[in-house]
């Protein structure tokens, strides 16, 4: 028998609280452990569709939130959305045009599976990367950043070049996740910004 966090439970606890997907709930699990997101942060989800995180992030702050994503995200009251690739260098600039003060970036994007494990593994990374690039260009020093990826080859790669930039990194493997994935969460607080690269705006 499954725990409560099992995926019908969750899919159809979703569904019931009015969720658009269960992720939901793993950003609830991370933020009750982590307190990634305070009360009057700006904050960026990155991956953003359905929508889930935006409905969760938005009952959190009331600071402002913005979602990115490839695809239209179904309009939501006091959220903003974009629909691009956050991997365009121009975004991090309009971003920043738009909010000034980036508080926290959020990233549960994905490319699209192939099924083949160690190339899917790859690519999640890779995009992991560009969600690292994207915080380091928009967030205020002190900042939070919380990335979804998945355990494999690149992956300790991936979070030693995340520990350049944060003081504190963590990693977390959510109860909601299916059983044989290696998705896997890194939470890490307390930007450093080691370059200025952006200067003022
Ligand atoms: C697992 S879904 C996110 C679910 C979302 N957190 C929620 O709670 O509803 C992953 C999303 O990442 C988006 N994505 C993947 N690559 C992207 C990119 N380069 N730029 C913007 N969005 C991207 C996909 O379009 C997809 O909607």
Redesign the pocket.
């Known amino acids: 028998m499954g725990s409560q966090w099992g995926r019908d439970s969750a899919y159809t606890r979703a569904l019931r609280e009015g969720y658009?997907?269960r992720?939901?709930y793993k950003?609830i699990e991370i933020q009750d452990r982590y307190h990634i997101i305070r009360e009057y942060d700006n904050v960026v989800?990155?991956?953003?569709?359905?929508?889930?995180?935006l409905q969760v992030t938005r009952g959190l702050t009331r600071g402002t939130v913005l979602g990115?994503?490839?695809?239209p995200v179904a309009p939501l009251d006091g959220v903003q959305t974009l629909v691009?690739?956050?991997?365009d260098p121009s975004l991090p600039g309009q971003v920043r045009l738009m909010l000034g003060t980036v508080n926290v970036v959020l990233s549960?994007?994905?490319?699209r599976l192939s099924g083949q494990k160690s190339y899917d593994q790859a690519r999640a990374i890779a995009?992991g990367e560009?969600a690292l690039a994207f915080a380091c260009r928009v967030l205020k020093p002190g900042g939070n950043f919380l990335v979804k990826t998945f355990q494999g080859e690149d992956f300790n790669r991936f979070l030693a070049d995340i520990r350049d930039h944060f003081l504190s990194v963590r990693t977390y493997r959510s109860r909601t996740t299916r059983k044989g994935s290696s998705e896997i969460y890194i939470i890490a607080k307390n930007f450093v910004n080691t370059h200025e690269a952006e200067g003022p705006l």
């Open positions: 658009r997907s992720a939901a950003l989800d990155l991956g953003a569709a359905p929508g889930s995180w990115i994503d490839l695809s691009a690739d956050f991997t549960d994007a994905a490319p995009l560009e």
